[in-house]
């Protein structure tokens, strides 16, 4: 089993910046790739990043590309999320994941393990 724990959610104006942590601790030996995913309120859960632990590769959401930044810190077991110029739309839930793949994948359906989530606000 693996236990993601996200923090740095919160209330921010719109242009403002965040950063998300995800500690996880557990198995993992068995775990290759961390992501981020949001959601929300009547809407799906869509990806937004991921990122393997080694750091070697990432990918994001098209739309996201440019004001977003994912990077890890293997010795320490946590996944960052920098979010830069936010708006309205970005409010959502952010959920960590992770994927026993060798392989970056953006299907919410293919991660193994989830956090609770941390909420994030953006004021206009």
């Known amino acids: 089993q693996v236990q993601l724990v996200e923090s740095g959610g919160g209330l921010v104006q719109a242009g403002g910046s965040l950063r998300l942590s995800c500690e996880a601790s557990g198995r993992m030996s068995s775990v290759y790739v961390l992501g981020w995913f949001r959601q929300a309120p009547g809407k799906e859960r869509e990806f937004v990043a991921a990122i393997r632990w080694t750091g070697t590769n990432s990918a994001y959401a098209e739309t996201l590309k440019g004001r977003f930044t994912i990077s890890s810190d293997y010795a320490k077991n946590t996944v960052y999320l920098q979010m830069n110029s936010l708006n309205a739309e970005d409010t959502a839930v952010y959920f960590c994941?992770?994927?026993?793949?060798?392989?970056?994948?953006?299907?919410?359906?293919?991660?193994?393990?989830w956090g609770q989530g941390t909420q994030v606000t953006v004021s206009s």
């Open positions: 994941a992770a994927d026993r793949s060798l392989f970056i994948r953006t299907n919410r359906n293919d991660y193994d393990y």
